[in-house]
């Protein structure tokens, strides 16, 4: 029975998170289109989720696409349609790899800030500060946070997907020996708006997940330092796997036959 016990207590805690992430998710979606709205907070935000991680999305595509029309290139050398790679550089990068990888660095930066800001916030009691001046701290710590990620995000996987794409042109003409002229052409006649469209709509669902995660595990820490570390590790986790749970569904609705 101990047994037994255990699994419906878990299974229990189960329906409770899901159902606390729920009311949370409600009450973030409405004070980010209620007034009164902070823009300075908001414009604070932005820089801080874009201009900041920059640099790590950036990084990150050159190399996935450099490294992806390396393995693109071996994998259609063994039955001799090389001249694909373009192709599937650009269609992986714009589709999969720019949206989802991109999602993943910032996550893993920006979640993470998120949750030990406003969890550091939580248990030195600053947010019940914010309460007894009479400021939501939903408009006031969530809102901003949530509407600058889902708006930066889909900028910098574009800029990620083109980095992305540059690296896949760069190591096929530099070290695998293709036609400069033609590796572009092949990119530019393959490439469809719907291709980029998907991964920019991906992006901001992403960006969404990403600070919602950051800010529920941040607001409902407890337990002093400890509590805040626990926070930053969860959100991280929790947000990477809303990431690639969401990439699927999102791939199926938009692309199922």
Not at 4 to 8: D, P
Not at 37 to 40: E, S
Not at 153 to 158: A, K, N, R, S, Y
Not at 184 to 189: A, G, P
């Given at each position: 029975m101990n047994i037994?016990?255990?699994?419906?207590r878990s299974f229990l805690g189960f329906l409770a998170t899901i159902g606390n992430i729920a009311v949370f998710?409600?009450?973030a979606v409405f004070h980010t289109f209620a007034p009164p709205?902070?823009?300075?907070l908001l414009w604070r935000q932005i820089v801080s989720v874009g201009y900041y991680s920059l640099p790590v999305v950036g990084l990150?595509?050159?190399f996935t696409g450099a490294v992806l029309a390396r393995q693109i290139y071996i994998g259609t050398g063994r039955i001799g349609i090389e001249s694909a790679v373009p192709t599937i550089v650009v269609f992986g990068i714009t589709r999969e790899l720019g949206p989802v990888i991109a999602s993943l660095m910032v996550a893993g930066r920006v979640s993470a800030a998120m949750a030990a800001e406003i969890g550091t916030m939580r248990v030195s009691e600053q947010i019940d500060a914010l309460q007894?001046?009479?400021t939501n701290p939903f408009k006031y710590l969530i809102a901003p946070r949530i509407l600058a990620t889902a708006l930066v995000?889909?900028?910098?996987?574009?800029i990620g997907d083109v980095i992305g794409v540059m690296g896949g042109y760069f190591m096929s003409t530099e070290l695998l020996g293709f036609n400069s002229s033609a590796y572009?052409?092949?990119?530019?006649?393959f490439l469809e708006v719907a291709d980029v469209i998907s991964g920019l709509v991906k992006a901001a669902v992403f960006g969404f997940l990403i600070a919602l995660m950051g800010c529920y595990h941040g607001y409902r820490s407890d337990g002093g330092a400890q509590g805040v570390g626990r926070a930053t590790t969860n959100a991280v986790v929790s947000a990477s796997i809303l990431i690639l749970a969401a990439n699927y569904i999102i791939t199926e609705l938009l692309f199922a036959q």
């Open positions: 037994f016990a255990i699994v419906g998710t409600g009450k709205f902070y823009f300075r990150t595509a050159l007894t001046l009479a995000l889909p900028v910098l996987v574009f572009l052409r092949n990119t530019i006649d």
